[in-house]
C-alpha cells in the first residue's frame, strides 16, 4: 500500500508537469504524513543533510572542467587528432565520430555536452562529404553517450552516491566497458556505411599527424592524470575533480590561449547553474531515499521478486527491463535517484556485484538518452545540427539495438565487466 501510494503521487506529480525535483519532495511529504511523520523542520533537515556529501563536491568541479574544455579548445584538438588517424578510411568520419567520443568522454563525463561538441563540429563535415544524414546523426549521438560510461562519469557519481557504492571502483570499472561500446560503434557503423557513396578524406602526412599530436597531448593528459591519480590513491574521486578544472583552466588560458577571463567568467556561471539543478535534485532525491528506508519499500520490493533472488541473472534482466522502460520516459538523473535506493537492497540481498550493478544501470540510463520520447541526447543532437526527430530516430535505430545486445551479453556474462573492474581497481 505504501509503496503503490509513492509511485501514485511521484508519478501523479510527474504528469502534472511538476519538475522532477518537486515531485520527489511531494512524494516523500505523503509518505511522511502517511506515516504521521510529517515536521517540517525534518523535511528542511533532511534536504539539507542529503547534498551534504563529500563525493557530491565532484560535481562542480567537473562540470567546470567540461565546460572550459568545449570553450578552451581541447575539443577541437582531440576532433582533429582523430582526423589525422583515421578520417582518410572509407566512412571515416563516422571513425574519427567515434574515436573522439571516446577521447572526450574522459574529458568532460558528459553525454549531452559530448554529443553537442560531436554534432557542432563533425555534423557539417559529415554532411558535405554526402554521408546520410539519420545514420550520422545517430552515430554521433550514439557517441555521446559513452561519456556516462568512462571516467570522469557525472552519472556514475551519482548511483555511487544514491547506491552507497565506491566512486573510485566505478570509474575504474567503467573504462573497459566504454571502449567495447566504441568497438561495438565502429562494428555497426561500417555495416550501416557498406555500399553508401561517400567521398573519403586524403591521408594524413607525417608531419600533419605528429603536429596534430603535439597540440593534442595537453588534453590527452587530463584523463591519464584522473584515471592515473585515483589508480595510485594519489587522489579521491573529488579531489581529482578539482585537479581536473584547475588542469582545464590553465592550459585553455595559458597554453592553447582560447580562453580568457570573460570567457572563464561565463564558464563558471553556466556550471554554478548546472550544479544547482543538479544538487536540488539530488537534496530531493535524498529525502525521499530517506523516507524509502523508513517505509521499509525496499523489503516490500523483495517481497515481489523474491523468486528472482535465487537467480541473479534473471534478477538483473527484470530489473534492466524495468530501467530500460522507465529510461525511455525519464532523465538519467532522476531515474538514478529514484531507483537505485530502492533496488539495492534487493540487488545486495541476491549477491549481485555493487559495482557491477551500478555500471549496468547506467548503462541502461544512457540508452534512455537516445529513446523518444525524452532522449536528451537526441533531442540535443536534432537541436544542434536543426534535422527533424523523426530522422534521427531512423538513424539512431541500429546502434540503440547494438547498445541492448551489448547488454545483454553483460548481463548474460557479468565477468566481461568484473574480471577488468578487479584489475583495473587493483
Request: hydrophobic share 60%; glycine share 10%; aromatic share 6%.
Amino acid at each position: 500500500m505504501i509503496l503503490l501510494l509513492f509511485l501514485a503521487v511521484l508519478f501523479i506529480g510527474i504528469l502534472a508537469g511538476l519538475p522532477i525535483a518537486f515531485a520527489l519532495l511531494l512524494a516523500a511529504v505523503a509518505l511522511m504524513v502517511q506515516m504521521n511523520l510529517f515536521s517540517s523542520d525534518i523535511l528542511a533537515q533532511a534536504l539539507i543533510n542529503g547534498v551534504d556529501s563529500f563525493p557530491l563536491l565532484a560535481i562542480p568541479f567537473f562540470l567546470v572542467a567540461g565546460e572550459v574544455m568545449s570553450r578552451g579548445g581541447l575539443s577541437n584538438r582531440i576532433v582533429r587528432m582523430a582526423m589525422t588517424l583515421v578520417g582518410h578510411r572509407r566512412g571515416g568520419l563516422g571513425y574519427v565520430a567515434i574515436l573522439t567520443a571516446i577521447l572526450l568522454a574522459g574529458l568532460s563525463g558528459s553525454a549531452v555536452a559530448d554529443a553537442a561538441a560531436l554534432v557542432s563540429i563533425l555534423y557539417p563535415m559529415m554532411r558535405n562529404a554526402g554521408y546520410p544524414e539519420g545514420r550520422s546523426l545517430g552515430l554521433l549521438a550514439s557517441g555521446g553517450i559513452i561519456a556516462p560510461i568512462i571516467p570522469p562519469s557525472l552519472p556514475l557519481i551519482l548511483v555511487g552516491v544514491a547506491g552507497n557504492i565506491s566512486i573510485a571502483k566505478l570509474f575504474m570499472a567503467g573504462i573497459f566497458p566504454g571502449l567495447v561500446m566504441g568497438l561495438t560503434l565502429m562494428l555497426v557503423w561500417s555495416i550501416v556505411i557498406r555500399g553508401e557513396d561517400i567521398a573519403t578524406l586524403p591521408k594524413a602526412t607525417r608531419p600533419e599527424r605528429r603536429k596534430a599530436l603535439k597540440e593534442g597531448v595537453w588534453a590527452l593528459m587530463l584523463p591519464v592524470i584522473i584515471i592515473g591519480g585515483i589508480r595510485t590513491g594519489a587522489f579521491t574521486p573529488t579531489e581529482a575533480a578539482v585537479v581536473a578544472a584547475v588542469y582545464a583552466i590553465l592550459v585553455s588560458m595559458l597554453i592553447y590561449r582560447e580562453m580568457d577571463f570573460r570567457q572563464l567568467y561565463l564558464a563558471l556561471v553556466v556550471s554554478a547553474r548546472a550544479t544547482a539543478m543538479v544538487m536540488f535534485l539530488v537534496g530531493a532525491a535524498m529525502v525521499a531515499a530517506w523516507m524509502i528506508t523508513i517505509a521499509q519499500l525496499p523489503q516490500q520490493l523483495a517481497v515481489l521478486l523474491g523468486p528472482l533472488v535465487e537467480s541473479p541473472r534473471m534478477l538483473m534482466l527484470t530489473i534492466m527491463i524495468l530501467v530500460l522502460m522507465v529510461g525511455m520516459v525519464m532523465d538519467l538523473a532522476p531515474t538514478v535517484l529514484i531507483l537505485v535506493p530502492l533496488l539495492m537492497p534487493v540487488v545486495t540481498m541476491a549477491g549481485i556485484d555493487p559495482v557491477y550493478f551500478g555500471l549496468m544501470f547506467i548503462l541502461n540510463c544512457s540508452i534512455g538518452l537516445l529513446t523518444p520520447p525524452v532522449g536528451n541526447v537526441l533531442n540535443v543532437v536534432c537541436g544542434v545540427s536543426r534535422v527533424k526527430l523523426s530522422t534521427a530516430i531512423t538513424g539512431v535505430a541500429p546502434f540503440i539495438l547494438a547498445y541492448v545486445g551489448l547488454m545483454g551479453l553483460f548481463i548474460a556474462f557479468p565477468k566481461i565487466i568484473t574480471i577488468p573492474a578487479r584489475i583495473l581497481g587493483g
